[in-house]
Every structure is written in C-alpha cells, then in structure tokens.
C-alpha cells in the first residue's frame, strides 16, 4: 500500500495537462471552478477505472483502432480548448491595452468547467492501458480482488483530488494572483504543446 501511494503522489503530482487546466481555470475564474474542473477530471478518473477493472476481469474488450481514435479526438479537443484560451488571454490584453471596459464572455457561452475537466482528463484514453497494467500489480494488499481494486481506486481519487485542491489553494498566493494571466496562457500553451506531441506520437505510432 505504502509503494502505491508513493507511486500515484508522484505520479499525480508531476505536472501535465489536467494540472495545467486546473491551475489555468483557478488563476482565471477563480478557486470555485478550478475545484469543479478539478472534480470533472476525477469523474474522468473513475471512469478510467473502471473501465480498466472491468477490463481486468475479462469483462470487456476495447479495440486498439478505438483507442487510437479516441486519442486523436481527445487531442484535437485539447488543442481547441487551448487555442480558444490563448485567444481568450489575447484579446483581454488587447482591450485592456485600450482602456476600453473588459467585455467578458457570457456564461452560457463557456464550456463549465467540470466538462473541461472531464474532457481533458479522459483525452488520453491509452490511460486504461496504465490503469490496467498497473492496478494488479497491487491487487494482493487484500484477499478479495474486488475489494483491494475499490481501495486503490478510492485512493487514487482522494490523492488526486488532494494534490489538484493544493494547486488550486496555491494560487491564492498574492504572487501568484498577480501572474494571473501569465499562469493561464502558460498553462494553455503547455496544454497546446502536449495535445500537438500526443497526437503526432498517436498518428506516426498507427501508421
């Protein structure tokens, strides 16, 4: 149990693109949403999971080719949304170089911040290949298979919602705070270089 959960803290705390989403929604709109793009991601999370467990007692198949596909999907969905970020940063820059009042975008307009992180925690969705080759190697910390799977899932939600909630409480930092828009578009440039390199990778890794 003590070797999983080192594993998963660094695992979990070792930047990428949902901590870079996380800390980008939280610098932007506040600690309330990176909390709810926070739960979306572990939503993402569990199911994952689950999908790996069900895998792991033969109960489902995936095939490779929809894997693949769901990938590049998953990839060009990140693109998007840190393209639109970028833009987003830029023309505030832009207005605010004017004078001119902050004409911010309204809130049916934006994707709600638990589906962003929903979708950018389960656009990798070769995941389940980690989730599968690495739950059994800890299936023994009980007698029942079922039971130790329930506990390393739980764990790994509530050390990852932990290390997102600590990111997020992080940038209540006054220096943090007024880096704010630096934050943002780095985390969506991050988000734009993974998503770019996961999807070259996917494509050369198919053909």
């Known amino acids: 149990m003590l070797a999983y959960f080192a594993a998963i803290v660094l695992l979990i705390a070792t930047p990428g693109p949902v901590v870079m989403l996380v800390v980008g ?3 932007r709109r506040g600690i309330s949403q990176g909390i709810l793009a926070a ?13 790996a467990t069900l895998m792991v007692f033969g109960v489902v198949l995936v095939s490779d080719h929809l894997l693949v596909w769901l990938q590049i999907s998953g990839c060009i969905f990140v693109s998007l949304l840190a393209i639109r970020t970028l833009y987003g940063e830029w023309r505030d820059t832009r207005i605010s170089g004017d004078q001119r009042p902050y004409a911010a975008t309204p809130a049916s307009q934006r994707l709600p911040a638990v589906f962003r992180g929903f979708f950018v925690g389960i656009a990798n969705p070769k995941d389940v290949l980690f989730f599968v080759a690495f739950f059994p190697q ?3 910390i009980t007698s029942n298979s079922r039971a130790s799977l329930a506990i390393l899932a739980a764990l790994w939600i509530a050390v990852d919602f932990t290390i997102l909630s600590g990111y997020i409480l992080a940038c209540r930092h006054p220096m943090i705070q007024s880096r704010q828009r630096w934050i943002t578009a780095s985390s ?12 070259a990778g996917t494509v050369s890794g198919d053909v």
């Open 188 to 199: 969506a440039g991050f988000l734009l270089v993974l998503a770019i390199a996961g999807l």
């Open 39 to 51: 739960v979306g991601a572990n939503v993402a999370s569990l199911l994952l999971i689950t999908l």
């Open 25 to 27: 929604t939280a610098a």
């Open 138 to 140: 800890f299936v023994g």
